[in-house]
């Protein structure tokens, strides 16, 4: 059974990366909104209830973005442009699969040996199995396609 | 999630700083109050009793005047480190009315940086001692000498005779300056209030 990193086809992540993304851009409009709204009414006796409805949305837009971003949008496209260069094909059987993960191309990887190599299989994509051989596709030592 | 914030803490941390920094600094700046809005006095020594004066104007100038204005300032400052001219130059585009006493001012000091009083502007001044100057055989006047008995000259603990000039920036100048509207006269009307010059 063929596997990949992303867990569906190419176009369908790509898909759901573009959602994501417009997800933050259409919230950072709107708190963009609110902040012009917000600032038309300012008034010195309403400064300090401005200033901090201003300073609490945009820090709450803020989180929010970072939040998406790091989970759901960094690491995906950098799982998306490994899997969509062309990938140097290797066989071999699985020797060993490192319990935790370490840092690879700024990705949470698990250290798997395959025969003599040294190859990097991102965390939570695909499952394999220790003693059993398989045909890969590997873009800058990672894992990006793996078949039994 | 530890892992996660552990990698980006940082970023939580700047999005939680910087909205605050900028919004800050946005809203001291748009409720700043505008030119028309504020008076700013210049002493240009170090013998005033700054205080004093700038209490004095902020009890008598609101019914003196019909302006709105949200901030009086009165300040005392000498040149210092930088040059004569570089310091009048930037003071009169941030003050509307400068005092020198008589040992800070140069012979031509109302030509070198102020603009002649009109006419108009003079007849609100009566019975005041008129600081002149010759200009290619012609007297025009820039400033006015403050009296003793004035209450500029109250607050005032140096020896040295004083004199007043109008910044030729000021925007509260009223009819005096064309730049600015007719209304805004609170320049003006605080020179009365310095010179005691009011009916």
């Known amino acids: 059974m063929k596997q990949n990193i992303l867990g569906t086809s190419p176009t369908k992540y790509?898909?759901?990366?573009?959602?994501?993304?417009?997800l933050?851009?259409?919230?950072?409009?709107?708190?963009?909104?609110?902040?012009?709204?917000?600032?038309?009414?300012?008034?010195?006796?309403?400064?300090?209830?401005?200033?901090?409805?201003?300073?609490?949305s945009d820090a709450l837009c803020g989180c929010f973005v970072v939040y998406r971003f790091t989970r759901h949008i960094s690491r995906q496209q950098k799982l998306y442009r490994l899997s969509v260069g062309r990938g140097v094909p290797c066989l071999g059987t699985v020797t060993h699969i490192s319990e935790r993960t370490?840092?690879?191309?700024?990705?949470?990887?698990?250290?798997?040996?395959?025969?003599?190599?040294?190859?990097?299989?991102?965390?939570?994509?695909?499952?394999?199995?220790?003693?059993?051989?398989?045909?890969?596709?590997?873009?800058?030592?990672?894992?990006?396609?793996a078949e039994a | 999630m530890k892992q996660h914030l552990q990698y980006n803490w940082w970023k939580y941390l700047l999005v939680l700083i910087l909205p605050m920094v900028f919004w800050y600094s946005a809203f001291t700046l748009?409720?700043?109050?505008a030119r028309n809005e504020q008076l700013r006095v210049?002493?240009?020594?170090?013998?005033?009793?700054?205080?004093?004066?700038?209490?004095?104007?902020?009890?008598?100038?609101?019914?003196?005047?019909?302006?709105?204005?949200?901030?009086?300032?009165?300040?005392?400052?000498?040149?210092?480190?930088?040059?004569?001219?570089?310091?009048?130059?930037?003071?009169s585009f941030y003050y509307d009315l400068i005092i020198f006493p008589e040992s800070q001012m140069t012979k031509t000091i109302g030509q070198s940086y102020f603009s002649r009083i009109p006419p108009a502007l003079l007849e609100q001044f009566p019975n005041t001692e008129i600081y002149v100057e010759t200009v290619e055989d012609t007297e025009l006047s820039y400033g006015f000498w403050l009296d003793d008995s004035?209450?500029?000259?109250?607050?005032?603990?140096?020896?040295?005779?004083?004199?007043?000039?109008?910044?030729?920036?000021?925007?509260?100048?009223?009819?005096?300056?064309k730049q600015s509207d007719p209304n805004n006269d609170a320049a003006v009307k605080a020179a009365q209030l310095l010179l005691e010059v009011l009916p």
């Not at chain 2, 748009?30 to 109050?33: E, G, T």
């Open chain 1, 14 to 22: 790509h898909r759901r990366l573009y959602r994501h993304i417009a």
């Open chain 1, 24 to 56: 933050c851009a259409v919230l950072a409009a709107l708190t963009l909104l609110l902040n012009i709204l917000l600032t038309l009414m300012l008034t010195p006796e309403n400064r300090t209830l401005l200033l901090w409805l201003n300073v609490g």
């Open chain 2, 42 to 91: 210049l002493f240009v020594g170090d013998a005033l009793d700054t205080t004093a004066v700038q209490e004095q104007l902020s009890q008598l100038l609101p019914s003196e005047t019909s302006q709105m204005l949200q901030e009086i300032t009165v300040a005392q400052a000498l040149p210092g480190m930088t040059s004569y001219n570089d310091f009048l130059t930037a003071q």
């Open chain 2, 30 to 33: 748009l409720l700043k109050p």
């Open chain 2, 150 to 177: 004035s209450l500029f000259m109250s607050c005032y603990y140096g020896n040295d005779r004083c004199c007043l000039f109008f910044s030729p920036e000021s925007v509260n100048l009223g009819s005096g300056n």
């Open chain 1, 102 to 145: 370490v840092r690879h191309m700024d990705l949470d990887c698990l250290d798997v040996t395959v025969g003599e190599r040294r190859l990097f299989l991102p965390a939570q994509t695909i499952s394999l199995e220790i003693g059993k051989p398989y045909h890969f596709l590997t873009t800058s030592g990672v894992i990006t396609e």
